[in-house]
């Protein structure tokens, strides 16, 4: 119990911290004083870069990390697999390819990205999961990388291989975007917190919950409509992110535990806290340009991926 408030209490504190140097560093430095004195109104210039550039993006961040890693814990918990991420699962590259195709043959509607990522992510786990894979996790993991593959192909085969995402990511993200991410965030996460209980049943075997009148298929179904809404969100506000979902769930049972109702609220904060961190590394390394968070992540995610499976063995990957 010490060790998780202990945890708790340092991510919160590394998230404040973070979000103020994300605030301080950019093309321009600004110190404390004067990040202080913008807020009195006495630096009118300051106080527009931040509201209109810094403070968007340090927010947008911290919401998609958090929906991020929420995503990926819950997809552990309901494939029983601690590989288990919608980024390496094909949902959000097909969320990618569904708001591709359908800005191109529907009219501009209300929430358009939003359900087109929607719909993609549900085809994509409609394709995925079945019985077969849910009981091999390394199958699931094989298949779900070739869909991931075939649905990024036929975007970039729509697109004569250019990249659509570069339209997308967290550079020149607007207050509009963050409204939007906030209030589907906002949503998602009260969900997950309040069905953190399912994704502890589902640690027990299907026939022993359904014994006890449990609706195992339900349950299920549940997480993943829940898991393809957060990552279907973020997909469609700052494209595709990928490893987080791996990432931050792996590392929180270290700190916090196996219950999913410590896992899933540790898991917000940290994931909010990584995403920040890598947006902000990416604004500074190659100033005045950046590199992509999704860039980033990937550089960090596909080792701590290549780790996990070698430490885990064959049978050493089922998430608990």
Request: aromatic content about 8%; proline content about 4%.
């Amino acid at each position: 119990m010490a060790k998780e408030r202990s945890a708790y209490v340092i991510i919160c504190l590394a998230l404040i911290v973070t979000a103020i140097l994300a605030l301080m560093l950019g093309t321009q430095f600004y110190s404390l004083p004067q990040l202080w004195q913008a807020l009195l109104g006495n630096r009118p210039a300051v106080l527009s870069t931040v509201l209109t550039f810094r403070l968007p993006r340090v927010l947008a961040a911290m919401i998609a990390g958090g929906m991020l890693a929420s995503a990926g814990a819950i997809s552990q918990a309901v494939f029983r697999n601690r590989l288990a991420d919608p980024t390496i699962l094909g949902v959000t590259s097909a969320g990618e390819l569904f708001m591709l195709l359908g800005g191109m043959v529907l009219p501009a509607f209300i929430f358009q990205k939003q359900l087109l990522a929607l719909l993609g992510g549900l085809v994509a786990f409609a394709l995925l999961a079945n019985r077969k894979t849910l009981r091999q996790p390394y199958q699931l993991i094989i298949v779900g990388v070739a869909l991931n593959l075939t649905f990024m192909a036929l975007t970039q085969l729509f697109t004569k291989g250019i990249n659509v995402s570069s339209s997308l990511g967290f550079n020149g993200i607007t207050w509009s975007s963050v409204y939007s991410l906030l209030i589907t965030g906002f949503v998602g996460l009260v969900a997950v917190l309040l069905m953190a209980p399912w994704a502890n049943d589902l640690k027990l075997p299907d026939e022993q919950l359904a014994s006890v009148g449990l609706p195992v298929t339900a349950m299920r179904l549940g997480l993943l409509a829940l898991v393809v809404y957060l990552s279907a969100d973020v997909t469609a506000a700052v494209g595709t992110i990928p490893f987080i979902g791996i990432i931050v769930p792996n590392v929180a049972r270290y700190f916090v535990g196996h219950d999913y109702q410590t896992i899933l609220p540790f898991s917000m904060l940290s994931g909010a806290w990584l995403l920040l961190v890598v947006d902000t590394i990416g604004r500074l390394v190659v100033l005045p340009s950046e590199l992509s968070a999704a860039t980033i992540m990937a550089v960090i995610g596909g080792p701590f991926l290549i780790i996990l499976v070698q430490r885990g063995g064959f049978h050493g990957i089922k998430a608990r």
